[in-house]
């Protein structure tokens, strides 16, 4: 069964935009958990314009479900942050410092050496690592041969594409599932992902771990409210 796991920086923005912990991101966390989200995921950037690194020493301890951090391993701020708190799952994402949000997956190939060096520290305390990656079946055998357990797969081409052909859409990405089931390796999907093209993704490769959703979730929150908003989701996988 493929697990939601819910990226709360959207919530973090929304307080940062105006001081003071007005909403409060803990409590979102923990009210995300309540409605049935399987997962937390938390991506902190070096300038803290979302989550902050205070934020995820404060969530880490009060979560019942998994803990996902993503982000750039290159800061040595972000490494000692999860060898600290110590997540389920670390997501090693290559963005840069000014990035909007997540635009491109690793070169597993051209980046193994570091990519290898990242898996074995994060081992050490035990945590399960993910590599998020384009739809390029060859980036999922090179992650698994860096020490990933798992990989991201990159969803912006599939969402952006899903409403002129949903099957032309997805091809990439299943080629790539295939490709990451044949090599033993867990699979995780995320980026604008939403309730109109979540559910065709699932059903057409089955075998997701996890999808990690924030955008999407948040914005529809408005309109639905946050519980009704998960249970959708939920519905969806």
């Keep these: 069964m493929t697990k939601l796991s819910v990226n709360i920086n959207k919530i973090a923005t929304l307080r940062n935009a105006r001081g003071g912990n007005v909403p409060d ?6 009210k995300c958990e309540e409605f049935g989200a399987q997962g ?9 314009r979302h989550i902050r690194y205070s934020d995820v020493r404060i969530i880490r301890p009060l979560l019942k479900t998994e ?18 708190v110590v997540p389920d799952q670390v ?24 990519l290898t060096e990242m898996c074995s520290l994060f ?7 993910s590599i998020f990656i384009d739809p390029v079946p060859e980036m999922a055998v ?14 912006e ?22 490709a990451v089931r044949e090599a033993g390796l867990g699979l995780n999907a995320g980026h604008d992902l939403n309730l109109d093209n979540l559910a065709y993704f699932i059903r057409t490769i089955p075998w997701t771990d996890e999808v990690s959703i924030g955008h ?15 249970k959708e989701y939920l519905a969806r996988i």
């Excluded at 937390?40 to 803290?48: A, G, K, N, S």
């Excluded at 081992?123 to 690592?129: A, D």
Aim: aromatic content about 8%.
């Design 157 to 178: 081409a599939y969402a952006a594409r899903y409403a002129a052909g949903p099957e032309a859409a997805i091809a990439p990405y299943l080629r790539t599932a295939e």
């Design 40 to 48: 937390i995921t938390v991506h902190p950037r070096p300038d803290e």
């Design 91 to 114: 997501t090693l994402v290559p963005d840069a410092h000014d990035a909007i949000t997540s635009n491109a997956g690793w070169n597993t190939i051209a980046n193994k050496e570091f």
């Design 123 to 129: 081992h050490q305390k035990g945590i399960r690592v």
């Design 142 to 155: 090179a992650a698994k041969a860096c020490g990933a357990d798992r990989v991201e797969l990159y969803t």
């Design 67 to 84: 803990f996902n951090i993503e982000g750039n391993p290159i800061p040595q701020s972000f490494r000692d942050l999860v060898m600290e």
């Design 25 to 30: 991101v803990t409590l979102a966390a923990l």
């Design 216 to 230: 999407a979730i948040i914005s529809d929150a408005i309109y639905l409210g946050l519980e009704r908003t998960i």
